[in-house]
C-alpha cells in the first residue's frame, strides 16, 4: 500500500512562473491537506480538501494560490506569478476521513523560487 | 495561528540517555498527537492520546497528557542515533472535527 506520493520533490521556478505540486494520496483517503514549511519552523496549513470539494481554504493566500482535488487523479496545490517569498517545502498529508484522525505526510515538494 | 508549543526548541543529549520534550496548548482538545520529521522528509504520525487519556505507550515512546494544565510530554528512552529528528505535537480542538493545531517543533540530537 503506497503511502502518500508527492512529485516533484524538487521544483525550481523562475519570478513570474506557475508551480504546479501534484499529491496522490494513500489508497482509500479521501481526505487531503496541504502545508507549507519554512526551514527550521512548524506547518502552516494552508487548505483541506474532500473528493472535489475546498473544505477550508482559510490558510491559503486569495491571490495567485488555488488547490483542487478532482473526481479522479491526485490532488494539485497551484501556485500562479509565483515571488521568492513562495520559497518553501509544501507537504500534503492524507487521512480515511475528517474525525481527527492521524496524518498520513508525502515527503514534500521543495520549491526555490530564482 | 499555531497555539502548541514545544519547548525545548532544541535539544542534544548522548546516545543512551532519555529524552523528553514538552506541549503546551491553549484550548479544549479532542486529542493531541505528536509527529518525528527526519531531514528533508515529510512527518511521520508517532502516537495520539485523547482527551480522557493520561498517559500511552509505543516501544520507548511514552507520552502524558495533561489536560488541567493543557500540556503534554513526549519521553524517549535509551535514545539512538536513529531518533535524532525534529519532533511536533499537534492539537486537534474540540470545536473541530478536522483541524490540527501544530506547535513550531523541538530539534533533537542525538550525540553518539
Known amino acids: 500500500n503506497a503511502g502518500v506520493m508527492q512529485n516533484p520533490r524538487h521544483l525550481v521556478r523562475r519570478r513570474g512562473q506557475e508551480a504546479r505540486l501534484r499529491c496522490s494520496p494513500m489508497?482509500?483517503?479521501?481526505?487531503v491537506y496541504w502545508y507549507r514549511q519554512l526551514p527550521e519552523e512548524g506547518l502552516k496549513f494552508m487548505v483541506y480538501l474532500q473528493k472535489e470539494n475546498i473544505i477550508d481554504e482559510s490558510g491559503m493566500p486569495k491571490e495567485r494560490f488555488s488547490a483542487e482535488f478532482p473526481k479522479e487523479g491526485p490532488s494539485i496545490l497551484r501556485i500562479q506569478q509565483v515571488v521568492r517569498g513562495d520559497s518553501a517545502a509544501y507537504f500534503c498529508a492524507s487521512s480515511p476521513d475528517g474525525n481527527n484522525s492521524p496524518l498520513h505526510f508525502g515527503n514534500g515538494t521543495r520549491l526555490t523560487v530564482t | 495561528s499555531q497555539q502548541g508549543e514545544e519547548d525545548p526548541q532544541a535539544l542534544s543529549i548522548q546516545e543512551g540517555e532519555n529524552a523528553t520534550m514538552n506541549c503546551s496548548y491553549k484550548t479544549s482538545i479532542n486529542n493531541l498527537q505528536w509527529y518525528r520529521q527526519n531531514s528533508g522528509r515529510g512527518l511521520v504520525h508517532l502516537i495520539l492520546i485523547r482527551s480522557n487519556e493520561r498517559e500511552k505507550h509505543s516501544g520507548r515512546l511514552r507520552v502524558t497528557l495533561d489536560t488541567s494544565k493543557k500540556s503534554s510530554s513526549l519521553l524517549i528512552t535509551a535514545s539512538r542515533a536513529a531518533d535524532t529528528a525534529s519532533y511536533f505535537c499537534a492539537t486537534s480542538p474540540m470545536d473541530s472535527n478536522y483541524q490540527l493545531i501544530w506547535g513550531a517543533g523541538t530539534k533533537l540530537i542525538i550525540k553518539p
Open positions: 489508497k482509500g483517503h479521501s481526505h
